[in-house]
């Protein structure tokens, strides 16, 4: 796990190409990915290309030194070589099938010089197959590789994997283009050249505030989609392509998914995710998917570490579950102590992201993260087991949907002056008569955004998503789930608490093979009489016992609303600071006006106990947090 960053710059262009301009922008994105890479850095320059590099080294710690550079005959290149360079390669993540790779490229007469570097399998994969090799990779990553064809022009290919475990960004420049792990350097470029947001940066942060993720470009700057590449040249050519999970390439199927197959699965995804030179251990929460996890490593590690953190309240410390599972398993369990300063945490966390987000849940990732480093460089999680055997309440919600729609939709408008009294009934009754499964999904509900933003910018916001997610196919569980949810929050959360203190995160339940299974299934298959994660609880069964399997989820969510009344970890006292100050949103930043007087009424309603705002307080605070950040350039 690493941190990447670069600059494509056309020839013959002037302004950002002058030396002087371009070590500046190359020493701002170094900067910005410096924490995710403590083991070694290394840059690469082409006459029109730059990669930088800086790596967390898990894998031949001598073998797999980036940029990782070859000349035309395939031998590793030095910069003092004779030989000119022909392929370039600057890469965070891990290639989980790189042995198997191997084999294949040294029979069509490849050469490794390294022992068992990944790096080094995927450097000559796309110098033999460029954009071909990359549905041959089984793993998370995002990459950026350079070529020089013969005729003198160069390429940069951005790639980023099937399910979005990695980041990348890109900021189009004058007919090129900067690249960089965190959003934060791009924005702070884009932002000194227009410094005054767009409609269209104000409906993407409209998305931002109502859901608490956004997948469209924000000041210019881009991520590049899951599953999805780009490839640039040095004559101001840009062609992309998918290699990805798509509703149009993973068919429905009407045969069910047994136990035995998903075990099988699950069970290889796992030891496929063990190869490290390095310790590793698995988050341990005591709960189906994290068990079942640590109970297959287990089998091929004995002597497993595994990790759980004792939340600060009693309601939301599942410690001890973990504690009783790992002892059945037979682990190296630790149960750490974890000293938060949540409100420092989280105003370091926004800045490292350079987004706004608003998963609280990030606050306890990055704690089990930062205690777990102190032990071990990889950890294995249970992520994406909720989204893929749907285990969401509202997955049974979704089933409802499509059952009962009609008479729920008139039931929804009638209703609607009542939606935000009726808890969960009224988001399934909001979302009946609103846009539908989305609407569930979101932190701040519509009649509550109208009163922040106007419902000219709502309206916008709800169809700008609408439209998007239609166009995509993935209005409906679980691709709504798969293909937004999991990238732009999940995802995106462990990859920002875990790389703030240089871990990586391996996510098994993601395998490209598990997830067409699961994506391609039946609600019956995956859900059998209506029960929430059902076939894999029965999968569970066969290896934890059934008061683990069956005990209610509790998942990883923190006790917000107490934590502003009470200011734990200093999070109130950052709330109303920030809130409550002098232009905590700006609208130069935001492109819209923020009403002050609903924020207030918020604030003051939450901590009256009059009503629960607290997911939409913790919105508005990273919002208000980004802007501060985008105020100062994130320095």
Known sequence: MCGIGGILLPRHRDGVRQPERLEELLARLDDAVRPRGPDGHGRFASESTHLLHRRLSIIDHD????????????ATWRPDAISRPATSLAFNGCIYNHRELRRELESVGERFSS????????????????????????????????RRLDDGVEELLLARDRCGEKPLHYLPLDGGVAFSSSAAPLLAISTRHAPHASREDATCLARW?????????????????PGSWMCFNSRSACCRGEFGHRPDNIPATSEPLTVVRVESMLRSAVHARLDADVPLGCFLSGGVDSSLVAAFAREARPDLATFCVAMPQATHDESGHARRVAALLGTRHRTLECSPDAATDLCRLIDSLGLPFADSSLLPTHWVSVAARQHVKVALSGDGGDELFRGYRRHQAA???????????????ATRPLHGMLGEAG????????????????????????????????????????????????MDAPWWDFACYLPGDLLRKDDAASMAVALEVRCPMLDSGLVRACLGASEASLMPEGERKGLLRAVARRHVPAEVVDRPKQGFAVPLARWFREDFGGLGTLLGDVLGGADPFPENVLGFRVDRRSVGRMVDEHRGLVRDHSQGLFALLSLALWCRGMERGFA
């Not at 073998?63 to 070859?70: A, D, F, N, S, Y």
Request: aromatic content about 8%; overall charge positive; glycine content about 12%.
């Open 209 to 225: 505030l109502a859901w608490g993720f956004c997948d469209r470009p924000l000041r210019n700057v881009h991520e590049l989609g």
């Open 399 to 413: 089933a409802l949907l499509r059952r009962w729609g009609p008479p729920l939709r008139l039931a929804g408008k």
């Open 63 to 74: 073998g797999g030194v980036q940029p990782m550079t070859l000349d035309a005959s395939g």
């Open 427 to 474: 988001r399934l009754l909001g979302a009946a008569s609103g846009m539908g499964y989305p609407q569930i999904g979101m932190v701040i509900r519509p009649a509550t955004l109208v009163d922040l933003i106007g419902e000219r910018l709502t309206a916008a916001c709800l169809d700008d998503a609408r439209a998007a997610w239609s166009r995509e196919g993935v």
């Open 115 to 146: 022992d068992h570097s990944d790096t080094e399998v995927l450097a000559r994969a796309l110098r033999r197959w460029w954009t071909d090799a990359l549905p041959r990779l089984e793993g998370m990553f995002a990459l950026a590789a350079w």
